[in-house]
């Protein structure tokens, strides 16, 4: 039932956008009944956070070019291009405006926690590379070359130019590089 509601609530996403998708549709094209599903993820947004959070795995494979730089521009761009769809977009402004409901941290919290144990495995290359200090934190490097791709898309949303991936990451590497040579702030203070 979960794959069928799932399937149903993205293509619906794509074809109508996230005001236009309605549980009953869902239900219908699924061909479970309606509080079967609210039984299940009780919200529409809940719903709609989890087809969107199936579709983002999908979506975004981790890169392995054999470089730090290449697998964090590769990354940084699939990313952009990802939150630019309106599934990604989608996505972004769902996770963004959700609730705290246990639920809804429930979903929040599997769908980070997976992104980061995949994705890290870029840095984690990186430190038996000799590319990053040994006490690099993946999580850490993750976030700072993720934030402001979200920050754009969410809060100020402006366009991902096509360069802002290869921004990012040169910018994200000249500060992780310089932090491994002392503590933060001792080269610019």
Known sequence: MRAAVIEATNELLRDQGLTGLKVSEVARRAQVNETSIFRRWGTRENLVIDALLADAAEQ??????????????????????????????????????????????QLRDQYWDARYAQSGQIAERAVKRGELPEATDPRFVLEMLVAPLHFRIVLTREPLEPDLPVRIVDALLRGLVSAADGPPGSRFS
């Open 60 to 105: 975004l494979p981790v890169p392995d070019s054999g470089t730090l730089r290449g697998d964090l521009i590769a990354y940084a761009a699939s990313l952009a291009k990802y939150l630019t769809s309106p599934a990604g977009n989608a996505l972004d402004r769902t996770l963004a405006s959700a609730g705290d409901d246990p639920i809804t941290q």
